[in-house]
């Protein structure tokens, strides 16, 4: 049996790499990452949010594939269940999907103000007023799950709506957003989190740059 393959792009910029990535470490699924060159207009152009995520991430499994984030995540909940990468109750696993739905086609104002750049530090961040209706919308979410479920993830054990918002989290501490206690503590348990500690340690090593993603705010 082959291996799986997930298809990436760069570990600094792409968030919805990210999100794949995550979630088969959640699944502890044996993968190989197939990276795809920032030379690629296509990849270029999803980073910038100039086209829809087409390429990555991409997930090769026993010769299907699957190219949709919330797609993968099902698929690898259904493969590896006592993972439980949605949770046991058939009304948390709803509204799990609900808020994992809404951050994978909403809060665009904040896609485009705060890109996803972990190597970039921008203290005092100015966000303007659509994305920091975004922000805020974020963090009644986050602030809902962590008292309705207790903490100390989304709902309660790590899920899929962790690996979804991991990005954001990223986004909070580049652009230095400040947060009420409860969301900092996530924020930063999230950061923590050792898979995403090993991403961004890989994508402190990567040489590339997007030079349209490297201005000065």
């Known amino acids: 049996m082959s291996i799986p393959t997930l298809t990436i792009s760069s570990k600094n ?4 790499s990210l999100r794949g990535w995550l979630m088969m470490r959640m699944a502890d699924v044996e993968f190989e990452e197939i990276i795809v060159d920032l030379g690629d207009a ?6 910038l949010l100039l086209s829809p995520s087409i390429l990555v991430p991409c997930l090769t499994y026993e010769g299907s594939k699957i190219w949709d984030t919330l797609a993968i995540g099902e ?11 949605l949770p046991k109750d058939i009304k948390q696993r709803a509204h799990c999907r609900s808020i994992s739905g ?24 100015k966000l303007w007023s659509k994305a920091q209706q975004d ?15 207790g903490g100390p993830f989304l709902f309660g054990e790590l899920t899929l709506a962790d690996a979804m918002y991991a990005p954001v989290v990223t986004r909070f501490k580049t ?3 400040k947060l009420d206690r409860l969301c900092e503590n ?8 050792p898979p995403l500690c090993d991403w961004t ?8 740059a997007i030079e349209e993603l490297e201005v000065e705010f």
């Not at 910029?13 to 919805?16: F, K, L, N, P, Q």
């Not at 296509?42 to 980073?47: G, L, M, P, V």
């Not at 996530?186 to 989190?193: E, F, K, Q």
């Open 13 to 16: 910029y792409s968030s919805w």
């Open 42 to 47: 296509s990849a270029r152009a999803e980073i």
């Open 75 to 85: 698929f690898l909940n259904e493969l590896r269940p006592e993972k439980h990468l």
């Open 102 to 125: 809404e951050i994978h086609s909403g809060f665009n104002a904040l896609r485009s103000a705060m890109p996803m750049n972990l190597k970039g530090n921008f203290p005092k961040f």
């Open 135 to 149: 922000t805020d919308r974020i963090c009644a979410i986050w602030k809902e799950c962590l008292n309705m479920y």
């Open 175 to 177: 652009y230095d957003v």
């Open 186 to 193: 996530y924020r930063d348990r999230i950061l923590d989190w």
């Open 201 to 208: 340690m890989e994508a402190l090593q990567e040489q590339e």
